[in-house]
């Protein structure tokens, strides 16, 4: 019920940013009408649960998202100075890690922010081992440290 | 102040192009499909980002940075689960990624035995 209610805040300020309509009584009851229907439509679908909206992570990702949003940024310099160096300086290699999160959700986490950090991509995915293909030996590193594995390992409520 | 933003702005977009040029540039330089990948993801990360927060600059404490912001947001969640499935599609559609058969190349010299059948 909570997480009901939480969907529906979320839709209603997505609603309220999208159309810019604050006054209008008919479209703000048709708004309200539409995110109504949606969550409803989410309750019936199933997707209703900690894994289609995990609102219960929202605290610590405020946390590991700007973690990541650095990383991406040296990542990205380091790709880009890969990319223009002549000859290329790049070593790709195919690697697998086991990710230490307990849950699926927090598996995904991990493996879309391997992917999103340029020069590491993840391949494959089976219960708790990544196939990881990276593009230089930073890249590598990155991973194998194991840093990325624990903020996430923490984001999902580890200690 | 308006010049600052616009300076500010233009500074941003700039950086952005440049590395979505660079970006493109991995695209065709870099050797097989999974190395490609590498080069398009520095266009939907930083490049798609550094465009967009210059736009930001350009529209100000408005309703349409909300809409940059979830575009930026949206992106972010989405090009890593396309990225990923385009390349579980080769790896099961029978592309080997280069450094995989390097790898196995070297091994076959040094007589080990093949890690997988």
């Not at chain 1, 979320?10 to 009851?29: A, N, R």
């Not at chain 2, 100000?60 to 396309?82: D, E, N, Q, R, W």
């Not at chain 2, 499935?85 to 070297?106: S, T």
Request: glycine share 10%.
């Amino acid at each position: 019920m909570l997480r009901a209610a939480s969907l529906a805040v979320f839709l209603s300020l997505l609603w309220l940013l999208l159309s810019g309509y604050f006054t209008e009584p008919l479209l703000l009851g048709l708004g309200v009408a539409s995110v109504l229907f949606v969550v409803f439509i989410a309750y019936r679908m199933q997707v209703f649960d900690p894994e289609g909206h995990p609102v219960h992570l929202i605290l610590r990702a405020l946390v590991y998202w700007p973690w990541l949003l650095k990383e991406i940024v040296l990542a990205n310099i380091d790709v880009a100075k890969a990319i223009v160096s002549s000859p290329m300086a790049i070593a790709p290699t195919v690697f697998t890690v086991t990710g230490s999160q307990r849950s699926e959700l927090g598996r995904v986490i991990y493996a879309n922010s391997i992917t999103l950090t340029p020069g590491t991509v993840t391949i494959d995915l089976v219960d708790d081992k990544l196939t990881v293909h990276a593009l230089t030996p930073a890249g590598l590193e990155g991973v194998k440290s194991g840093v990325m594995d624990r903020r996430i390992a923490w984001l999902e409520g580890g200690s | 102040m308006a010049l600052l933003a616009d300076v500010i702005s233009w500074a941003l977009i700039l950086a952005g192009g440049a590395l979505s040029l660079i970006g493109g540039l991995g695209l065709l330089r870099l050797p097989d499909v999974f190395a490609r990948m590498h080069g398009a993801s520095i266009i939907d990360t930083l490049g798609l980002g550094l465009i967009l927060v210059g736009l930001m600059f350009q529209a100000g404490f408005t309703l349409i940075t909300v809409k940059l912001i979830l575009i930026l947001l949206f992106v972010f969640y989405t090009s890593p689960t396309t990225t990923h499935a385009l390349a579980r599609a080769c790896l099961y559609g029978g592309v080997e990624p280069e450094a995989a058969r390097k790898d196995r190349a070297r091994k076959d010299v040094e007589g080990e035995p093949p890690s997988s059948p």
